[in-house]
């Protein structure tokens, strides 16, 4: 999956100092990244950065012994670099750099969006012990976005349930999924949202596993599920354009595989997904 890459990965802060051989994540006003091309894409080093005395980098995180560093403020870039727009950066080929400038997209949009305290108004600054904004006026702090979301694999004996978005640019299949809403546990808003988005029940709401997907700010919870009762599809118009039973033989292929949504996809398609639901069950 997405965060599942070599070397390690480590979030905790660091107020350090840049080097010249960490990274950059720089980002265009749009959100879009600036990368070098040549035999492979890569992320600019901190030395190939023209800053002046209004540029703020922010420590973001370290993959191995190299730190990435979110470029905020006031920054050009020495030699000639290419634009990859937001959304093909989940399809980069090199799985560090996708995971890295995903993730610091995600920073990117929390520190641009928290210039000003929610509660007072005043102009926030940086934290120097944590990864957070503070207010100096009233003391508000305030952590980068993460919003809980499930995504589940509803199956009907060896058909599973197929959705196509209403909008957005992703248009590939996918499966029902949502975020959770305040007062209910991660089961409850699986139940909410499919019976929200395709009018149908379910049983044996399954966990499988989870991920960060900072595409949407989220920790997306997956699950397995099954029909329980009527599988005639009411479709929730505007989230979505089509809800589609496929057989196991007929299940479409995506080559993607960052998401927990490829693995539940998969386990459907392989037969496993059964075995799983009947394993967990026994262990109640």
């Known amino acids: 999956m997405l965060h599942e890459i070599k070397p390690s990965f480590e979030n905790a802060f660091r107020k350090k100092e840049p ?3 960490d990274l950059a994540l720089v980002y ?3 959100g879009n990244l600036f ?7 890569r992320l600019p080093k901190i030395q190939e950065l023209v800053m002046d005395k209004e540029t703020v980098l922010r420590y973001g995180f370290a993959i191995g012994n190299i730190s990435y560093y979110i470029v905020l403020e006031s920054v050009a870039l020495k030699e ?3 634009v990859i727009a937001t959304k093909d950066l989940r399809i980069l080929p090199l799985e560090t750099i996708r995971f890295a400038s995903l993730l610091g997209k995600q920073l990117w949009r929390f520190f641009n969006t928290r210039k000003y305290c929610g509660c007072c108004g005043s102009k926030t600054g940086l934290s120097d012990t944590e990864q957070a904004v503070i207010c100096p006026q009233c003391s508000h702090v305030e952590y980068p976005k993460i919003s809980p979301a499930v995504i589940v694999a509803i199956m009907n004996g060896d058909k599973l349930l197929m959705t196509k978005y209403a909008h957005g640019n992703y248009t590939k299949y996918a499966l ?3 975020f959770v809403e305040f007062g209910e546990d991660f089961e ?5 949202e499919v019976w929200e988005e395709v009018g149908l029940h379910v049983k044996n ?5 989870n991920q960060p997907w900072p595409l949407t700010d989220s920790q997306m919870v997956g699950y397995f599920a099954e029909l329980d009762g009527d599988d005639k599809v009411t479709l929730q118009e505007d989230e979505l354009s089509e809800a589609t039973w496929f057989s196991r033989d007929e299940i479409p292929v995506n080559p993607n595989s960052i998401s927990v949504s490829y693995e539940l996809i998969e386990a459907v398609r392989s037969g496993k997904a059964k075995e799983y639901i009947k394993e967990k069950a026994s262990r109640r």
């Open 188 to 192: 409850q808003a699986v139940a909410r």
């Open 80 to 82: 000639e670099t290419e």
């Open 35 to 41: 990368v070098k091309e040549g035999e492979t894409i």
């Open 19 to 21: 080097e010249e051989n």
């Open 28 to 30: 265009t006003e749009e």
């Open 205 to 209: 709401v399954t966990y499988y596993k």
């Open 176 to 178: 029902v999924a949502g």
